[in-house]
């Protein structure tokens, strides 16, 4: 009897533990995989996109935003009549119908017949109820101004796995900030896939794209765009460029190239284009650099502006190679305030060899030539100055009138505005605030980045730059009853080892007013047909623009 | 002693059959809220996409390309000369 018992208690314990050791199993080990299992049954899993962050002008005006659009997408194992459906579609979409019969065709779950599919659009194909046809909201990038600042902007693109992703400008710079991060959300559904609790559990939290606001001004951005077309076309120039910046804060209030591109259709253009000329190009700035030469030379009291030039009679021999002066005439004992006048490239010689490499080299880092200005713009390059024992006396003499040395615009810019800020030379920025999805604003600082005159050197320098304007060689377009500092720039163009004789770079830089400057711009003509000489092409599209801006702000004439 | 395991077993079904009851009115109300909010969700979806239309609209219409080609149709032309008033000075100081 006893070992009956046992027998029947072995069985049982057995079985027990068997059943327990496969509960344990599938509870237990194989927990992950039912629960997805389960999950994959009652539930469906949404993926929610951010909306990438606006992009919008000092007026709070955006120049990049988002419209929403819509991803069709079929599932071809449903579709009973494709022929009906590929018509309707072909027709509603302006599609070709043998392309969306192909995808129809397919043997999946899930193709994707088109995208950017427009609200209307998508309303009217929802209310045929087509079998198997859905769609996905997504946002897409819309432009208010059309290609307004487009170098400023950049492009919304993909990257190689099909997200969007910023190139170039802001929004290549800024592509984190402005992208958010997506959130995928679980909903559990009834047997008959409707919802029962929406937002059952997040796998992820969305956090939408921030928002930039710039110091661009749209206004001066537009008039600037404006003038700089009609200029280019007039002086038959082959492009050009315009910068304009507060000196006393750095901020960027207009920035703009030709040609240029559109950022809403990026892919009819070529991709020479997509690039920001006024950071990422290089050039011999010419006389446009002489200010800051002879800057230097009075900081460091090498000369004054009564200092007498004591080999500008004639042109100069340096290294075996003769130097002249842009139209051929010299001027025996000519001082530093005409020598900046008549764009003396003697005189500026003689400056340079007064100054020296080991101070040539020192200031013109403290400008911020041969370095980048950080301007928060993707794309930025700047190429290094020569170390200085690869400077030659011929080197130093050349460098003295802005030739053999290569720059960008933007430090051009950069560095001259120093002058106007009192000797100070401020951090370019474009962005001025951020603003954070809760609603948060950053601001952004502006920032001294380098002190490389002093506000005495800043203040006589200024003058000589007045003077230069009122009767130097661009004095015919100069706007009467103000005073603008300025200096013109004809630069000759390095081909193959020596100066294109016929072909220039027409620049003009200045700041207004003169005595307490609210913007200083550079005005770049490359290669202008009807002159070469910029104070007959950039110089009056400067003063053409100064003139608006003078109006902007309501600065009466001070003379 | 036999009544009050009756009472404690009564007492014990009933605890079961409220909470049973109690269950199947939150689980109701659960089950059509989901439906209720799905319809919210739809209609702030609805409401959303009007809105982001509508912003869309009244961007192009502002923008600045927009009103400067209506104002050219318009025959709005730039003043080339700005006027500019200056102050004279005031008779006591003229003299």
């Known amino acids: 009897m006893t070992w009956r018992f046992r027998f029947t208690f072995l069985i049982l314990a057995v079985a027990f533990a068997a059943i327990i050791s496969r509960l344990f199993y599938w509870q237990v080990i194989k927990r992950d995989d039912l629960s997805a299992m389960a999950l994959s049954q009652y539930s469906g899993v949404r993926k929610i996109l951010p909306q990438r962050g606006e992009i919008k002008t000092s007026d709070n005006f955006p120049l990049a935003s988002n419209k929403i659009s819509y991803l069709m997408f079929a599932n071809p194992k449903v579709i009973k009549d494709q022929k009906k459906v590929t018509d309707t579609l072909s027709l509603y979409l302006k599609n070709n119908s043998a392309s969306i019969s192909a995808l129809l065709a397919l043997d999946r779950f899930w193709v994707k017949i088109a995208s950017g599919i427009d609200p209307k659009t998508k309303d009217a194909i929802s209310n045929l109820g087509l079998d198997g046809i859905g769609f996905e909201q997504q946002f897409n990038r819309f432009y208010p101004e059309a290609s307004l600042s487009a170098h400023v902007l950049g492009f919304v693109g993909k990257d190689e796995e099909g997200v969007d992703k910023g190139y170039f400008g802001l929004e290549g710079y800024y592509d984190r900030l402005l992208k958010g991060k997506e959130e995928y959300e679980i909903e559990i559904q009834d047997a008959l896939g409707r919802p029962i609790l929406s937002k059952m559990s997040k796998r992820s939290k969305r956090v939408e794209g921030s928002n930039l606001k710039l110091s661009i001004d749209r206004s001066i951005q537009f008039l600037v765009e404006a003038r700089l077309k009609k200029g280019i076309e007039k002086y038959g120039a082959t492009s050009g460029m315009v910068g304009v910046m507060n000196p006393q804060n750095g901020h960027i209030l207009a920035m703009s190239s030709f040609p240029s591109f559109s950022a809403g259709g990026y892919q009819d253009y070529e991709e020479e284009l997509y690039k920001n000329p006024f950071i990422s190009n290089t050039f011999e700035p010419g006389s446009t650099l002489k200010p800051l030469v002879m800057s230097s030379a009075l900081d460091a009291s090498v000369v004054d502006p009564n200092t007498r030039c004591n080999i500008c009679a004639e042109p100069i021999k340096i290294g075996g190679y003769v130097l002249h002066t842009w139209n051929d005439k010299y001027f025996k004992d000519t001082n530093m305030i005409d020598v900046i006048r008549r764009s003396d490239n003697t005189g500026m010689v003689f400056v340079a060899q007064k100054l020296g490499v080991d101070r040539m080299i020192s200031y013109l880092t403290k400008f911020g030539i041969g370095q980048l200005t950080e301007i928060d713009l993707q794309g930025e390059v700047a190429p290094s100055l020569k170390p200085k024992e690869e400077w030659y006396s011929v080197d130093l003499a050349t460098a003295g009138f802005g030739q053999g040395i290569s720059l960008t615009p933007i430090e051009l810019l950069s560095g001259f505005s120093s002058i106007a800020n009192k000797g100070k030379r401020m951090k370019p920025l474009v962005v001025t605030m951020v603003e954070i999805p809760d609603g948060k604003m950053i601001k952004i600082e502006p920032k001294v980045i380098s002190r490389p005159i002093s506000e005495k050197t800043a203040k006589v320098m200024t003058e000589i730059l007045v003077n230069a304007v009122n009767k130097g060689e661009a004095q015919w377009t100069k706007l009467k009853g103000y005073r603008i500092a300025g200096k013109t720039g004809t630069a000759s163009i390095p081909v193959a080892g020596h100066y294109d004789p016929e072909k220039t770079i027409a620049s003009f830089i200045g700041f207004a007013p003169a005595d307490d400057p609210k913007f200083v711009m550079l005005v770049i003509l490359d290669k202008p047909t009807t002159s070469i000489y910029a104070s007959e092409t950039s110089a009056p599209i400067f003063f053409d623009i100064a003139k608006d801006l003078l109006s902007y702000y309501g600065i009466p004439p001070s003379e | ?95």
């Open chain 2, 1 to 95: 002693m036999k009544r009050h395991k009756i009472t404690i077993t009564s007492a014990f079904f009933l605890i079961i059959i409220l909470l049973s009851i109690v269950q199947a009115i939150v689980s109701n109300r659960l089950s059509t809220s989901g439906i209720v909010l799905g319809k919210i969700e739809e209609e702030t979806r609805y409401y959303k996409t009007e809105n982001a239309a509508l912003a869309e609209g009244i961007f192009l219409e502002t923008s600045l390309n927009n009103i400067a080609s209506r104002a050219a149709v318009l025959g709005f032309v730039k003043e080339k000369s700005p006027l500019v008033l200056t102050t004279s000075d005031v008779v006591a100081v003229r003299q």
